[in-house]
């Protein structure tokens, strides 16, 4: 092959490989060359259903698609090629009251992203597409801006416009290896001989995980059979039909010349050569019928639209598409540096396409994209998923339950325990209600807490559903007395060496250059001066220090450490599974602590924000003086072996005292009471500290300069134009769960962040970063609750203890 060389080697001729050719080229890299082993679209991309559907449930996903909504209307007259694109909107049917509710709550949402859309009543749905039986239908949700394209017209016009900008695109080449050399790639390996690159982009599809292998990188991309099929013309069908959805009963539908495509999410999926390689001649092929597999979808189908019950099937199509184990997109840069992937689209492919290529460029080319991407940053994913057989067990359940109702806290069950902490069974004992977190099993609440005296408290509709009044019971021990929360998943890691001081001092917004012994709260940046990660850093030496970080962020947070250690004399190491955590926390945790260690814990000898090593009840383990629930207490840290014997004399202390064990969902309350912030809600990559209220965690003066310092001088400099903002709203049992609008007379100027009923102030709270001039102590704003506008007030962001005596008693 005569292209032995390439800035950027795409592989994989799909949609979204050609899309991020497409707009590499936009970005003015134009030394692109795209390798396919078969034909372009002959992967997954030629037999997809070729929805697009925008509404998700995140604001970056949604924005992901809307950009591709925007932009497919453009194609035909940029590229030259049309994609067929038609913006006939979409329906989304509701045939049971928990579905209206749902998609009354994605209509709020809508509302905070800026997409439009209206709820419908059934007439008139059936006025929009009058073949249904509205007579099971409740009503509907109706987005304008939606559509179907042509994957293919749309791969092909990707290519076009990437070739008239200068990239090359070359077919029937397979890459045999991915060449990696001190951990970076610097080309690929073909059967037409080898391209040097600077960087390599896996937009393989169903080939993306055997790809990865390639490059030692994995990806838990798992195949699942997907199928449709299309009817003759039937009469009634015109062109302007909107594409329908309707979950209840497990179908969507659009036109297809005259006739209908009718396709669905059956709960009994079929996986495909989940850990067998894919046949090397696997090109533009599909899969065998399975009429069995494809009942149930026929069936709701049958129901939905009498006429197709007697209408003659075109053709069945059984293709495979790659799905994911969490159901998100997989993108960025790999931990070989480089090496990028996009992949995993779970069917929704042609949808994200736009997006996925214009922030895969983006990122290429800046280094970083320019909006959070982190629910689809591959470093989310932990070890555990290069277990296939763990990896499909997820992407078994995110399938099957495709089209399911998901209540808040609703908890998935496949994979089913993995990652267990040392006191698991005295958990068990106590009736722990387990939750799930990156394969970490962590109490929730402890049925053994339950009081019906609390009944009056639970929240409305859906926020009730997954609770239980030992939530209720669980704050109040911490507000009154005491409790003893597990929290070992909580991610731990240990910088050391000559260069670990130089490294967080580069990476951490806050100065951690201060003497042994101190615990610094702060955050990591990212050149925007956007929160990459929320976490604190406890110096255990001159040259040693403990960095401590939420569970679910865990593996990205190492990820975005170590790929910023370059250049740095500096051991950076996972020590997660080698230490337990214990936290105790109430006005009485002090006293009880005291019972069972002989160490000064008093005010003046064990201050707050400090830690060291202690004896507990003869278990020797690390003391770190620090709440997350606003309340005096402590960490402890022991060696995993000694977990047991520490919460066993620990919850004997305590009994005489009031003490209870306590989870997870505890602590959110009691969090939102005190005004903490929560990583991946209300702060995220796309908000600075200074908009979050968190400028006290930023050393502007401190001697290092640190990643996001010259992004951060700016807004300061100029002034932020929104703030993060508590809000407490009027109905002290209607409770937000996130992204509802936020009014302001009857314009919408924020959304929520995360929300919550705080039990000791006996208030519902929120967060919302408003825009300047709205974000006074006083405003009044309303904020839409499954469809009822609820009037809220702006207060100030801590409700409980604001002068922090408490924490520090």
Known sequence: MADDRARVVVIGGGVAGTSIAFHLTRLGWTDVLLLDRGELTSGSTFHSAGLVAQLRNSVSHTRMMMYGAEL??????????????????????????????????????????????????????????????????????????????????LTLSFAAGAKAAGARVRTGVRVEEITVRDGRVVGVVTDHGAVEAEVVVNAGGIWAHELGRLAGVEIPIVPMEHQYLITRPIEGVRADFPTLRDPDNLVYVREEVGGLVVGGYERNPDPWHVSDPIPRDFNHRLLPENWERFESIADGAFRLIPPLQTIEINRFINGPEAFTPDDDFILGETDVRGFFVAAGFCAHGVTGAAGIGRWTAEWIV????????????????????????????????????????????????????????????????????????????????????????????????????????????????????????????????????????????????????????????????????????????????????RVVTGTASGSRDLAWIRRHQEGEDALVRDVTSGLACLGIWGPA????????????????????????????????????????????????????????????????????????????????????????????????????????????????????????????????????TRRLRCLTL????????????????????????SGGIGYRVGLSIAFAYLPDGLDEVGTKVSIEVFGDWVDAEVVEDTLWDPSGERIRA
């Open 72 to 153: 497919y209307p453009t194609l035909a007259e940029e590229t030259g090629v049309d994609p067929g694109w038609h913006q006939v909107g979409t329906l989304h049917l509701a045939s049971s009251p928990y579905r209206m509710e749902a998609l009354a709550r994605q209509a709020g949402w809508a509302k905070s992203f800026g997409l439009p859309v209206e709820i419908v009543s059934a007439q008139e749905a059936l006025e929009r597409f009058p073949l249904i039986d509205a007579s099971r239908v409740l009503g509907a949700q109706f987005v304008p801006t939606d559509g179907h394209i042509d994957p293919t017209g």
């Open 366 to 545: 800046e280094g970083e994209p320019s909006m959070d991407l982190s629910k689809m940053d591959l470093r989310r994913f932990g070890r555990q998923y290069a277990s296939r057989d763990y990896a499909l067990a997820k992407a078994y359940e995110i399938y099957a339950k495709h089209y399911d109702v998901r209540y808040p806290g609703e908890e998935n069950e496949a994979g089913r325990p993995l990652r267990m902490a040392p006191t698991y069974g005295r958990l068990e004992k106590l009736d722990a209600e387990f939750g799930e977190k990156a394969g970490w099993e962590r109490a929730n609440w402890f049925r053994s807490n339950e009081d019906a005296a609390h009944e009056d408290r639970r929240p409305r509709g859906w926020a009730g559903e997954q609770w239980s009044t030992a939530i209720v019971a669980e704050h109040l021990a911490v507000r009154e007395r005491a409790a003893l929360f597990d929290e070992t998943s909580f991610a731990k890691f240990e910088v050391s060496g000559p260069g670990a001081l130089a490294l967080l001092q580069r990476l951490c917004a806050n100065d951690v250059d201060v003497r042994v012994g101190r615990i610094v709260y702060t955050q990591m940046l990212n050149h925007r001066g956007g929160i990459e990660a929320d976490l604190t850093v406890t110096r255990l030496g001159d040259e040693r220090f």
């Open 730 to 753: 009027a109905d002290p049992r209607s409770s937000t769960l996130g992204n509802e609008p936020v009014r302001v007379g009857d314009g919408i100027v924020a959304r929520v962040t």
């Open 589 to 720: 945790a002090r006293e009880i602590l005291a019972s069972v260690c002989d160490d000064d814990l008093s005010n003046e000898g064990f201050r707050y924000l400090t830690g060291r090593d202690v004896e507990v009840a003869d278990v020797p383990c690390f003391a770190a003086r620090v709440t997350y629930v606003g309340e005096l207490g402590w960490e402890l840290y022991p060696s995993t072996e000694f977990a047991v014997r520490l919460w066993d004399r620990l919850i004997e202390a305590g009994a005489p005292h009031g003490l209870l064990p306590a989870g997870y969902r505890a602590i959110d309350s009691l969090r939102l009471e005190k005004g903490y912030r929560s990583w991946g809600a209300d702060i995220t990559p796309d908000d600075s500290p200074l908009e979050a209220g968190l400028g006290f965690a930023v050393g502007f003066d401190k001697d290092a300069d640190f990643l996001g310092r010259d992004a951060l001088r700016r807004l300061r400099d100029e002034g932020v």
